[in-house]
């Protein structure tokens, strides 16, 4: 599976798989806070906006090949606030 720029081939993962097996770990409701930042900026997370409600889309598979950015905004939210963050991928997306 091609997702943006990623190649996943990997078993699909719940929600509270990939919260666990992010360092720290994380509630999944922390997750999916950290995936609505990641779906509004990231082309590879598109899949997870709803089309219907624009928000996020509850159906849409995770797989190993997600984990280094939603770790990467694990890391970023020990130091910031996630309206920090938020900002911070807005401006890298502006600038793709």
Do not use: W
Not at 20 to 29: E, Q, T, Y
Not at 36 to 65: H, Q
Request: proline fraction near 3%.
């Amino acid at each position: 599976m091609i997702l943006g720029r990623l190649s996943c081939r990997y078993e699909e993962l719940t929600r509270q798989e990939v919260a666990a097996m992010l360092s720290p770990k994380v509630s999944a409701r922390q997750l999916q806070a950290y995936l609505d930042i990641a779906r509004k900026y990231l082309p590879e997370f598109r899949k997870f906006t709803n089309r219907k409600t624009g928000g996020l889309n509850g159906n849409a598979k995770l797989y190993e090949c997600h984990i280094p950015v939603l770790q990467e905004i694990r890391s970023l939210a020990r130091e910031h606030t996630l309206a920090d963050i938020e900002s911070e991928f807005k401006k890298r997306g502006a600038n793709q």
